[in-house]
C-alpha cells in the first residue's frame, strides 16, 4: 500500500512497542460515503427481534422504511407517517391514535416500543407523557426509545439506548424461580440461526439458556433475567453495557465468550464449564462435535493454508473473526470496523500479528487502495464492500452471512465458515478474470 495511504489518523499498522490505536468513536467527515448508519438504526437493530412487542416509529414514513430490514431480515413494523402540517403543528393527536389502531392489530402484543426520530425529537412532542398516559388505556408497558438519528456518531450510540430501555423498563419486573444452570446470552442476535446452535451447544452440557438478548428474548423472560447465575457476553462491543449494569445492579456475574472458530468456542464452553462445576460435560461435547467435523475439515485446512485475509464489518466480530481465521492457517493482513471502540480495537491489536493494517471507519477510498496495495486472497465485509472486491477479482464473503452458507458458530458452523471462505476463494471465476 502507498506509504501516504498510511499517514491518516485512522489507519496504523501495528508495530512491535507501539501502543497507538486508531482514534475511534469520532464523526465520519462531511460528504464522506460511510456504514455508520444512525442512533435510530442502531436501536432497531438491537430491538427488532423481540416479536411479542409492537415496534412503532414515530415520524415520517421513511424512517420506518429504512429501519423495517434490519440484518437481511424484514420486521414488521409500524409508523405515525407524519408528514409536513403533523411536523408543523404537532404529532401527539397522530401518536395516540396509531397507539390504540396498533394494540388493535396485535392484541397479543405483551409491550409496545416508541421510536422517537429526528424530526419528532426537534418539533418537541412530549412522547413520554402521551406513553405514560397509554399504558392504562393499552394495558401494558409503552416504552420510549429516544434515539434521534444525530444522537451519537454512530448506530453504536443506538445499541446503547435500546439496552438501556430494556435494563430501566423491563429487567427486573418479576421474581420468579428459573431452575438451576441458568444463564442469559447477551450480544447474540440470531442473524442465521445461531442462537439454536448456541443453546444447543450449552444443553449438552446441562446448561438451560433463559434469555438471549436480543436474539431470543419473549418478555416473560426479559422481566426475569436478572434471575440467572450468570451471563455469557458475545458482543462485547454492543453487550458490554448490559453486562456491566446488570452485574453492578443484581450482582449477576458475566463472562466473556465466543462461539465463533474452532479454538473459541471450546475455550469457551471450557470456561462455562469451569464455573458452573460441568467441567466433565464440557470436555464430552467438545470430543463429540470434533469428531463430527475433522474429517471434512481437514480438506479445507490444507486449501486455505497461508492464504491471507482482509476485514471490516461492525466491531463485534473483529478480534473473533482473527482467530477463527488462524484456525483455517489463513493470515489476516488487515482489519477495520465501522464504529469500533478502544476496547474493541486493544482486543484486535492484541490478537493480530505485527504488520497488520488496523482501520476505523474507512471509506471506499480506503478500502480499495488496501485491497490494491495488500492484495488479500479473501475480503469480509458487508454486502456493500462486495461489489467493488469483485471488480478486483478477489473473493468476498458477506457479514451478516447470507442464509444458504449456514450458521457460523459452533464446530458444525466453524465447517460452514471454512466452506464458504473456500468458494470465495477457489471460485472458478477469479482464473478467468487473472489470465484475461
Not at 253 to 270: I, N, Y
Not at 375 to 390: A, T
Not at 394 to 406: E, H, L, M, S, T
Request: aromatic share 8%; hydrophobic share 40%; net charge positive.
Amino acid at each position: 500500500m502507498p506509504a501516504t495511504n498510511l499517514k491518516k489518523a485512522h489507519i496504523l499498522r501495528k508495530a512491535e512497542g507501539v501502543t497507538k490505536l486508531p482514534p475511534c468513536r469520532r464523526p465520519s467527515a462531511p460528504g464522506k460515503i460511510t456504514q455508520r448508519s444512525c442512533a435510530y438504526y442502531g436501536a432497531r437493530w438491537m430491538l427488532a427481534p423481540l416479536k411479542d412487542a409492537i415496534h412503532l416509529v414515530h415520524g415520517p414514513v421513511g424512517c420506518a422504511y429504512y429501519g423495517s430490514t434490519v440484518r437481511g431480515k424484514t420486521y414488521k413494523l409500524f409508523s405515525t407517517a407524519l408528514r409536513e402540517k403533523d411536523v408543523i403543528f404537532g404529532g401527539g393527536e397522530k401518536l395516540t391514535r396509531s397507539l390504540i389502531e396498533t394494540k388493535c392489530l396485535m392484541p397479543k402484543a405483551r409491550h409496545v416500543f416508541v421510536y422517537i426520530t429526528c424530526s419528532t425529537a426537534l418539533i418537541g412532542d412530549d412522547v413520554y407523557d402521551i406513553c405514560k398516559k397509554m399504558e392504562k388505556k393499552l394495558g401494558c408497558p409503552v416504552i420510549v426509545v429516544n434515539c434521534p438519528g444525530f444522537k451519537g456518531e454512530s448506530q453504536a450510540s443506538g445499541h446503547r439506548i435500546a439496552y438501556e430501555c430494556l435494563l430501566n423498563q423491563l429487567i427486573g419486573q418479576e421474581k420468579r424461580q428459573i431452575g438451576p444452570n441458568a444463564v442469559n446470552i447477551i450480544g447474540e442476535y440470531n442473524i442465521n440461526g445461531e442462537t439454536q446452535v448456541i443453546k444447543s451447544l450449552l444443553k449438552k452440557m446441562g446448561i438451560n439458556v433463559h434469555c438471549v438478548f436480543t436474539g431470543d428474548a419473549p418478555y416473560e423472560r426479559i422481566i426475569t433475567a436478572h434471575e440467572v447465575k450468570l451471563n455469557l457476553l458475545i458482543c462485547q462491543s454492543t453487550g458490554r453495557f448490559l453486562a456491566q449494569e446488570m452485574e453492578r445492579r443484581y450482582g449477576i456475574p458475566h463472562l466473556k465468550v465466543s462461539f465463533f472458530g474452532l479454538s473459541q468456542t471450546k475455550a469457551s464452553l471450557h470456561k462455562i464449564g469451569q464455573y458452573l462445576g460441568l467441567k466433565k460435560e464440557a470436555e464430552k461435547v467438545i470430543a463429540d462435535e470434533e469428531k463430527t467435523i475433522k474429517p471434512t475439515l481437514s480438506y479445507f485446512l490444507s486449501k486455505l493454508k497461508g492464504k491471507k485475509a482482509a476485514l471490516f464489518f461492525g466491531a463485534s466480530r473483529m478480534a473473533s473473526m482473527i482467530n477463527a481465521l488462524e484456525d483455517l492457517c489463513m493470515e489476516v493482513i488487515a482489519t477495520g470496523s465501522q464504529f469500533g471502540d478502544t476496547a474493541a480495537y486493544m482486543e484486535t491489536k492484541q490478537a493480530v500479528k505485527s504488520g497488520t493494517l488496523i482501520m476505523d471507519d474507512a471509506s471506499e477510498q480506503d478500502l480499495e487502495n488496501m485491497r490494491h496495495g495488500l492484495k488479500p486472497d479473501v475480503f469480509m465485509g458487508g454486502i456493500k464492500e462486495q461489489y467493488l472486491s469483485h471488480k478486483a477479482g478477489i473473493g468476498f464473503c458477506i457479514f451478516p452471512q447470507i442464509k444458504r452458507a449456514g450458521p457460523y458458530v459452533g464446530f458444525k458452523g466453524f465447517l460452514n465458515f471454512a466452506r464458504s471462505v473456500y468458494k470465495a476463494v477457489y471460485a472458478p471465476v477469479w482464473r478467468l478474470i487473472k489470465s484475461s
